[in-house]
Nanobody, 121 residues
Framework: HVQLVESGGGSVQAGGSLRLSCEVSGSTRSGYCMAWFRQAPGKEREGVAV???????GYGDSAKDRLSIAKDNATNTLYLQMKDLKPEDTAMYYC????????????????WGQGTQVTGS
């Protein structure tokens, strides 16, 4: 069983930066895909970034050039560094995990956090 808890969201003026955190408990980080998704009002949940078990990363198209995903195995924490925030980045951001080597679709993730709100103004 895996439990995920996001933090670090907030309201930031246009052009600002945020670092989102996802604390993982219940299992070791090794062997898991980890990802960030976001969902804005009236829109479907979309993939933002993923880091596979082997450390390879991938990014969605919406904010590809303005973010970076990373993990710290020592603290069991997943991060999403966001910069140059825009109003269209406003959404609930969710951390997700799956015990497999690589993940490429939303439906592959079965463990989810409760989300943290990001507002770009």
């Amino acid at each position: 069983h895996v439990q995920l808890v996001e933090s670090g969201g907030g309201s930031v003026q246009a052009g600002g930066s945020l670092r989102l955190s996802c604390e993982v408990s219940g299992s070791t980080r090794s062997g898991y895909c980890m990802a960030w998704f976001r969902q804005a009002p009236g829109k479907e949940r979309e993939g933002v970034a993923v880091i596979h078990a082997d450390g390879r990363t991938g990014y969605g198209d919406s904010a590809k050039d303005r973010l970076s995903i990373a993990k710290d195995n020592a603290t069991n924490t997943l991060y999403l560094q966001m910069k140059d925030l825009k109003p269209e980045d406003t959404a609930m951001y969710y951390c997700a995990a799956e015990p497999r080597t690589a993940c490429y679709a939303r439906d592959e993730f079965n463990y989810w956090g409760q989300g943290t709100q990001v507002t770009g103004s």
